[in-house]
């Protein structure tokens, strides 16, 4: 058993938790990415809307973008974690 203290374990075990969990969403993220990237000019797109298992058709380039926006702030979340973790290690 380790000298730390429960709570501090269960912080720690849910912050990791939370880093694998915004892992996978950018994997995820980056695969859509890549997918509306390589699609054909003239290939529909659909998106789902929240909550619901309806589809709307929707702009392929203006998806694209909306999908990078995402991957990027997945990305800044990230690596604003990452940084948040290092300088805690330095203390």
């Not at 849910?14 to 000019?41: G, T, Y």
């Not at 929707?58 to 694209?64: H, M, P, Q, Y």
């Amino acid at each position: 058993m380790s000298g730390r203290a429960p709570r501090e374990e269960e912080g720690e075990s849910a912050k990791l938790r939370q880093k694998e969990e915004l892992s996978r969403r950018i994997k995820e993220q980056k695969v859509v990415v890549d997918e509306l990237s390589n699609l054909k000019k003239n290939r529909k797109v659909y998106r789902q809307q929240p909550n619901s298992n309806i589809f709307f058709l929707a702009d392929r380039t203006e998806t694209l973008s909306q999908c990078k926006n995402t991957l990027d702030e997945l990305k800044k979340a990230h690596q604003e974690m990452e940084n948040s973790e290092k300088t805690r290690n330095k203390k």
